[in-house]
């Protein structure tokens, strides 16, 4: 339940509540307060707990708690000067699902992570007059993450993720982004900024993880661009790499392609698009990382808890939207189909050579645009290629946030993700 203008105020409230009749304890619950743009500076703090495991939790089949405070001021526009943000929060491992001593990973750890970004280029001239021309942005960042308590297995006493980390990462920051209206691609027919442009930018900085420095540079570039079809196409090409001793110890290499058809009959009522999308995630020398999994949003979704795993992974997504012009008392209706195709370097270091798992699905979203709701979503999925211990079909009904494209020139530097 939640009010994200409670009492008029520009201020939000966010309670909930999840029951499961097989955990310890059966009832987990969470609270969240807002104030939003804080005296008029667009700054937003928040302040909240949770116990429901939904604050990005520290590894994987972990169950975490949490309380954290964070502050927020995006790049709400492009020629803004500063932009910049504060997380601190104490998470703790809880055994919901009453695992003996000997199993259970019993931790709790601090985190502080703050950043910064300044547009040392603007694109606004004199007399608020618009220049045609990149910005150009300096972004840094800290972070400390700090075990109070770590599991007392022998086997996790080494592991990188149970261990102190904290690092300093500075990024320099080339964008140029320009927006056109248009309706039907994530909404139900509101109308949606949908930005173009590029984002090109160079990283750099240092870490102290497992006891061990170790330095990093990283580069990427990303750029959104309208073709002549009138469709949406991003391409991004990303590398990153630490340092040890003068070698390079897991250099992570992303590469990613996404298009978005035109609408299809945009004059009639019957109107369709067109998703595709592509992703390759990998390392060739993995030191610290662990290797990569194709569960839920990483691979195909609907695969939970599978053990196949590989330090290269392959995605590929097509999904046709059909948005349906029937309304019943303001709810709209999407529908689609989907297929999903994933592969990781599980027995062989040739990507082609393994398996390729497969998943294809049907389903529907609804959503009322004038009320503050999720996005509701029903699915059926099968799965003709599957993992071992995969079932082969999948049903699903559950709320989902709805999605937005990510407008902000200028966010928090971060090591080239690998997961």
């Known amino acids: 339940m939640y009010n994200n203008n409670l009492l008029g105020a520009g201020q939000g409230l966010m309670l909930g509540t999840q029951w499961h009749n097989t955990w310890t304890p059966q009832w987990g619950s969470e609270a969240r307060y807002t104030k939003y743009n804080i005296l008029g500076t667009f700054i937003d703090a928040s302040i909240g707990y949770s116990t429901l495991n939904n604050n990005q939790p520290l590894d994987t089949n972990v169950y975490e708690g949490s309380y954290y405070i964070n502050v927020n001021r995006p ?57 045609d021309c990149p910005n150009l942005a300096l972004t840094f960042r800290y972070q400390n993450l700090f075990f109070d308590k770590r599991p007392d297995q022998e086997v996790f006493k080494e592991d990188p993720v149970y261990n102190h980390r904290h690092y300093y990462l500075a990024s320099l920051v080339l964008f140029k982004q320009e927006f056109l209206k248009s309706h039907h691609f994530f909404g139900f027919g509101r109308t949606e900024d949908i930005p173009y442009g590029f984002n090109a ?28 079809l009138e469709g949406l ?143 509701l979503k029903i699915s059926a999925n099968y799965y003709p290629k599957r993992p071992p211990g995969m079932g082969p079909i999948f049903f699903e009904i559950t709320t989902i946030t709805d999605f937005r494209f990510d407008i902000f020139g200028i966010r928090a530097p971060s090591f080239l993700p690998f997961r």
Not at 80 to 93: E, F, N, P, T
Not at 203 to 225: D, L, V
Not at 326 to 336: A, H, Q, S
């Open 201 to 228: 930018n160079i990283s750099g900085g240092w870490e102290n993880w497992t006891g061990r420095r170790r330095y990093y540079s990283g580069a990427g570039i990303q750029k959104f661009w309208v073709t002549k």
């Open 233 to 375: 196409l991003s391409v991004q090409a990303e590398a990153g790499s630490f340092w040890e001793g003068g070698t390079s110890r897991d250099a992570v290499l992303h590469g990613r392609v996404e298009y978005i058809s035109k609408m299809i009959n945009p004059n009639g009522r019957h109107r369709f698009r067109q998703f595709l999308y592509g992703d390759y995630l990998g390392v060739p020398n993995p030191d610290l990382y662990k290797p990569l999994n194709v569960n839920m949003e990483y691979g195909v979704w609907g695969f939970r808890d599978t053990r196949v795993n590989g330090y290269d992974r392959l995605n590929f997504r097509s999904e046709t939207v059909y948005y349906s012009p029937w309304k019943f008392f303001g709810f709209k209706f999407n529908y689609f189909a989907a297929l999903q195709l994933s592969q990781l370097t599980e027995k062989s270091n040739d990507i082609f050579d393994n398996p390729l798992y497969a998943g294809v699905a049907a389903g529907c979203r609804i959503r009322n645009e004038n009320l503050s709701l999720n996005t």
């Open 75 to 131: 790049l709400y526009r492009t020629s803004a000067r500063v932009a910049g943000g504060l997380q601190l929060a104490r998470k703790w491992s809880m055994n919901i699902r009453g695992y003996p001593d000997s199993v259970f990973r019993d931790y709790s750890y601090k985190l502080m992570d703050v950043w910064a970004g300044y547009n040392i280029v603007n694109r606004r001239g004199k007399h608020g007059t618009h220049l």
